[in-house]
């Protein structure tokens, strides 16, 4: 019953202008952040589309935000910062090298 349930919610979000979005962050937020968070995540969304927003801690995200809204994810953690870096200094990107 609980999957019909799940299923259901899903196909209200499907045909809605409705959308859950995902903020995950290493450490939990303030109700401040949270926010600021609420207020500049419309501007990610579809024009008219209601965001239902849910917090969640993870510590792989370091530091930074990972968001997702519908199939779109906005990395702004540390984690996805150092894998850049990382990878322009492996492809040949400007700057010392990291040893």
Do not use: C, W
Not at 20 to 42: C, N, R
Not at 64 to 80: A, E, R, V, W, Y
Not at 94 to 99: I, M, N, Q, T, Y
């Amino acid at each position: 019953m609980k999957r019909v349930a799940e299923k259901a919610a899903d196909l209200r979000l499907v045909t809605s202008k409705a959308a859950d979005a995902i903020v995950a962050s290493a450490v939990a937020l303030t109700k401040e952040q949270q926010a600021a968070i609420g207020k500049a995540l419309p501007a990610y969304a579809p024009t008219g589309t209601s965001l239902n927003v849910h917090y969640t801690v993870d510590p792989a995200v370091l530091g930074g935000l990972q968001i997702s809204i519908k199939n779109t994810t906005i990395d702004l953690s540390s984690t996805s910062r150092l894998v850049d870096v990382v990878s322009s200094r492996v492809a040949g990107g400007a700057g010392a090298p990291l040893s």
